[in-house]
């Protein structure tokens, strides 16, 4: 077992290496950066998803294979391991041969359940980051909190777990978040008539990470008082929500695009409004300006968008801070219910480097009016 280092450096093309991710959508799409390392060199990539983070992995540039698998012991799917879903695993192995796997994790998840597999399916070559001792289920391992250190984002992560088994990114690449939209992607009509707007995503997975519905109401209406269109996304499950917050003024799109639409919708907006959910880093990936509404329940530093131009807003010292936390444990959920309306208007200025009326009436000034 090799720990640390790049034991893999000099790996020849041609080898087929399996990269693991196996849980939410917002997870996978920081694998990004990791899986075009190994892209860089690999003959072929296939990506290990589950079935919540498989729509994202769609979208990863890099990935010659996107397999679905519903691990036992993820969360969202809680399914039973039992000889059907070992048979299910080995058959996914033997179809895709994949001479090495990479298994990447958050701080709080352990690899070596499926390193156990991998090993019983017949791979040979098996590295991830691990608190505990392997033994012979990793042949590289990362110590996390000593080699590994705790405290960085998670795309970060990721690209080091990748380093140690040998894959790094190519010197040109900036190991920002990214996806590949492909060919005639577009905005909905009602979104591409417009010369400016503002994207206003209310949902998340889970309550804990959520701002109030009537703050986000609020928020619509103040932009809709400067003359700034709002366009509200949300999942197909999410349409109850998305129709409150737009109301009359918004344009709600709540369950009406595909995720590669989505992405072009984000890509658009002058600001995204979003909490910690898979929107975040998918409007990360695209490099939208974003004003992320950030619940401490997980570490800032870790799932914070990974982008350039990031407002940050929340009460990071909240009670709640590191809970992980999905109901909000204190009442009256300090942390995002403490963030007003003016909060997000003055980080929207920050992020455009101007006042919101000045903004607008610059673009309703005719290019040659003071000739």
């Given at each position: 077992?090799?720990?640390?280092?790049?034991?893999?450096?000099?790996?020849?093309?041609?080898?087929?290496?399996?990269v693991a991710?196996?849980?939410?959508?917002?997870?996978?799409?920081?694998?990004?950066?990791?899986?075009?390392?190994?892209?860089?060199?690999?003959?072929?990539v296939?990506l290990?998803?589950?079935?919540q983070?498989?729509?994202?992995?769609?979208l990863?540039?890099?990935?010659?294979?996107?397999?679905?698998?519903?691990?036992?012991?993820?969360?969202?799917?809680?399914?039973?391991?039992?000889?059907?879903?070992?048979?299910?695993?080995?058959?996914?192995?033997?179809?895709?041969r994949p001479?090495?796997?990479?298994?990447?994790?958050?701080?709080?998840?352990?690899?070596?359940?499926?390193?156990?597999?991998?090993?019983?399916?017949g791979?040979?070559?098996?590295?991830?980051?691990?608190?505990?001792?392997?033994?012979?289920?990793?042949?590289?391992?990362?110590?996390?909190?000593?080699?590994?250190p705790?405290?960085?984002?998670?795309p970060?992560?990721?690209l080091?777990i990748?380093?140690?088994?040998?894959?790094t990114?190519?010197?040109?690449?900036?190991?920002?978040?990214?996806?590949?939209?492909?060919?005639?992607?577009?905005?909905?009509?009602?979104?591409?008539?417009?010369?400016?707007?503002?994207?206003?995503?209310?949902?998340?997975?889970?309550?804990?990470?959520?701002?109030?519905?009537s703050s986000?109401?609020a928020?619509?209406?103040?932009?809709?008082r400067?003359?700034?269109p709002?366009?509200?996304t949300?999942?197909?499950?999410?349409?109850?929500l998305?129709?409150a917050?737009?109301?009359?003024?918004?344009i709600?799109?709540?369950?009406?695009?595909?995720?590669?639409?989505?992405?072009?919708?984000?890509?658009?907006?002058e600001?995204?409004?979003?909490?910690?959910t898979?929107?975040?880093?998918l409007?990360?990936?695209?490099?939208?300006?974003i004003?992320?509404?950030?619940?401490?329940?997980?570490?800032?530093?870790?799932?914070?968008?990974?982008?350039?131009h990031?407002?940050?807003?929340?009460?990071?010292?909240?009670?709640?801070?590191?809970?992980?936390?999905?109901?909000?444990p204190?009442t009256?959920?300090p942390?995002?219910a403490?963030?007003g309306?003016?909060?997000?208007?003055?980080?929207?200025?920050?992020?455009?480097?101007?006042?919101?009326?000045?903004?607008?009436?610059?673009?309703?000034t005719?290019p040659?009016?003071?000739?």
């Amino acid at each position: 077992m090799t720990v640390g280092g790049v034991p893999g450096a000099g790996h020849a093309r041609g080898r087929r290496v399996l990269v693991a991710r196996l849980d939410s959508f917002g997870d996978v799409l920081v694998a990004g950066p990791a899986v075009r390392a190994v892209a860089a060199r690999a003959d072929h990539v296939t990506l290990l998803c589950g079935p919540q983070g498989a729509p994202a992995g769609a979208l990863l540039p890099g990935v010659d294979s996107l397999r679905v698998w519903a691990a036992p012991w993820v969360t969202e799917t809680v399914r039973p391991l039992d000889d059907d879903v070992l048979a299910e695993f080995r058959a996914l192995i033997a179809e895709e041969r994949p001479d090495e796997a990479v298994v990447l994790t958050s701080f709080h998840q352990s690899p070596l359940p499926l390193a156990m597999l991998l090993r019983l399916a017949g791979v040979p070559r098996v590295s991830g980051a691990s608190v505990d001792h392997p033994g012979s289920l990793l042949d590289v391992r990362l110590r996390p909190g000593e080699d590994l250190p705790e405290d960085i984002p998670e795309p970060e992560r990721a690209l080091r777990i990748a380093a140690a088994a040998g894959w790094t990114l190519p010197e040109d690449d900036d190991g920002l978040l990214r996806v590949r939209l492909g060919e005639g992607v577009v905005v909905p009509e009602a979104v591409a008539a417009l010369d400016r707007y503002v994207v206003v995503h209310p949902g998340a997975s889970v309550e804990a990470r959520s701002w109030p519905p009537s703050s986000h109401r609020a928020l619509v209406d103040a932009y809709a008082r400067l003359g700034v269109p709002v366009v509200v996304t949300g999942s197909p499950g999410e349409r109850d929500l998305t129709a409150a917050v737009a109301g009359s003024t918004g344009i709600d799109l709540g369950g009406r695009t595909s995720l590669a639409e989505l992405a072009a919708v984000l890509a658009g907006a002058e600001v995204v409004v979003v909490g910690n959910t898979g929107p975040a880093h998918l409007a990360a990936a695209v490099g939208a300006r974003i004003i992320s509404l950030f619940s401490p329940v997980v570490p800032a530093v870790k799932w914070a968008p990974y982008a350039a131009h990031v407002e940050l807003l929340g009460d990071q010292e909240a009670p709640c801070r590191l809970s992980r936390a999905r109901d909000c444990p204190v009442t009256g959920h300090p942390c995002l219910a403490g963030v007003g309306v003016d909060d997000v208007l003055a980080a929207h200025e920050r992020l455009i480097g101007c006042a919101l009326r000045t903004k607008q009436a610059s673009l309703r000034t005719p290019p040659d009016a003071d000739r």
